[in-house]
Each structure stands twice: as structure tokens, then as C-alpha cells.
């Protein structure tokens, strides 16, 4: 069992930035594909970002490539999500997971076995 705990969420103004965090309880963490998906009122939950085990191997939905940056500190069982640019359609409740099945240099996140409680982040224009 691998419990993630999201925090960074918050209220921002357009073009401002926001970074989020997810720490694991567990140093299973560093064997686990990581992601970050989010959900906007009314619409299904999305893929934002994937970083590989090691850190080394990211991938981004495109919505978000060149203003989002995701990172991990294994030695602190910690995952990171720089958002920059942020604009009104980034507003959503973002979701940390974990995939235990992923091998060590893909971002392929093919099962997510464990889920953050989410943190609400709110663009304002």
C-alpha cells in the first residue's frame, strides 16, 4: 500500500504559477511510475504528465507541453508539478498516481494502483 498526499493547490491569476506536490508514505514510491492526471467540473479525469522511475523519461499531454514540468525526489519520496502559463481551462482538481507495474525507463502508465485525494487548483482570468 502506497498512500500519496497532494498539496500546492491553490487560487491563481492567469499567466501565474502553481506548484504542486505529492509525497508517497512508502519507499515502494521509487519503483512506481508516476503521473499526474486532472479533472474539471463536468468532464472526465485526464492525463497531464508521467515521469519514468528514476526521473530520467517524462511524457506531457500536449495541452500542457513547454508550461508544465514534472519531477521526482526519490530520496524524499516526493512528486513535483511545475505549472507555468497557467491559464482559465487549467482549472481542475489535479490527482497524483502511481503505477507499481511500469519498468524502470517508461512513463507508459498502464494501471494506476494508487491514487492522491487530489488538490483543487482555480485559474482565475
Known amino acids: 500500500q502506497v498512500e500519496l498526499v497532494e498539496s500546492g493547490g491553490g487560487t491563481v491569476q492567469a499567466g501565474g504559477s502553481l506548484r504542486l506536490s505529492c509525497a508517497a508514505s512508502?519507499?515502494?514510491?521509487?519503483?512506481?511510475?508516476m503521473g499526474w492526471f486532472r479533472q474539471a467540473p463536468g468532464k472526465e479525469r485526464e492525463f497531464v504528465a508521467a515521469?519514468?522511475?528514476?526521473?530520467?523519461?517524462?511524457s506531457y499531454a500536449d495541452f500542457v507541453k513547454g508550461r508544465f514540468t514534472i519531477s521526482r525526489d526519490n530520496d524524499n519520496n516526493t512528486l513535483y508539478l511545475q505549472m507555468n502559463s497557467l491559464n482559465t481551462e487549467d482549472t481542475a482538481v489535479y490527482y497524483c498516481?502511481?503505477?507499481?507495474?511500469?519498468?524502470?525507463?517508461?512513463?507508459?502508465?498502464?494501471?494506476?494502483?494508487?491514487w492522491g485525494q487530489g488538490t483543487q487548483v482555480t485559474v482565475s482570468s
Open positions: 498516481a502511481a503505477d507499481t507495474t511500469t519498468g524502470p525507463l517508461t512513463t507508459l502508465l498502464r494501471r494506476i494502483d494508487y
Open positions: 515521469v519514468s522511475w528514476g526521473g530520467g523519461q517524462t
Open positions: 512508502r519507499r515502494a514510491f521509487i519503483t512506481c511510475g
